[in-house]
């Protein structure tokens, strides 16, 4: 799929104007991309990027395994909640989250607040193509990680889709998932009507 240079930058401009101050905070399962795909969003728009998980790893100088392992997820979430909250303070900026960041009614709530939200939604089969490539997923220290990635999905999809706008992603180029998002990002440029 081919675009045309100066309808991207034409895109960008106006997904610029309409995050103004505000943060684009992506969201979605863990292998959505929202990482790949905001890195190239972020360079598109010429804002930074920021991926909540690296930042969180750096904080606490643990990796996400070890954070999981040695305190649990209730205590993980709470600090990834703090993290995000700070980041959220400044703009704009790119925000890749991590899967259960927008579970918490708080996080949600911070990020609804201040920041335009872009679910990265993906199905069973492309997410699991994706994170079997890595063995860095605690929640998917599972005996059967498929069904528990399908559990994730049942649970966690009816809060994604409270994200102001959704971009499918799938098996194409990520340049092709980017230009959607930024596409999805400049439309409320034209609209600015709540698409929940």
Do not use: C
Request: hydrophobic fraction near 40%; glycine fraction near 6%.
């Amino acid at each position: 799929m081919e675009h045309e240079n100066i309808d991207t930058h034409t895109m960008a401009d106006r997904a610029r104007m309409a995050l103004g101050k505000r943060n684009l905070v992506l969201v979605g399962l863990m292998g959505a991309g929202k990482s790949a795909i905001g890195k190239i969003v972020a360079a598109d728009l010429g804002i930074p990027f920021v991926d909540s998980d690296h930042e969180i790893e750096r904080v606490s100088r643990m990796t996400i395994p070890e954070l999981f392992q040695a305190y649990g997820e209730p205590e993980f979430r709470q600090l990834e909640k703090r993290v995000i909250g700070r980041l959220l303070e400044s703009g704009p900026r790119v925000l890749s989250t991590g899967g259960g960041a927008f579970v918490n009614a708080e996080t949600r709530d911070a990020i609804k607040a201040n920041s335009l939200s872009l679910w990265l939604d993906a199905d069973l089969d492309t997410l699991w193509e994706r994170v079997i490539k890595r063995d860095n997923r605690p929640l998917l220290k599972t005996e059967n990680p498929k069904k528990t990635l399908e559990d994730l999905m049942i649970a966690r999809y009816p809060l994604y889709a409270e994200a102001d706008l959704r971009v499918k992603s799938r098996d194409v180029k990520k340049d092709v998932i980017a230009s959607e998002v930024i596409a999805a990002v400049a439309g409320t440029l034209v609209t600015k009507t709540d698409e929940h």
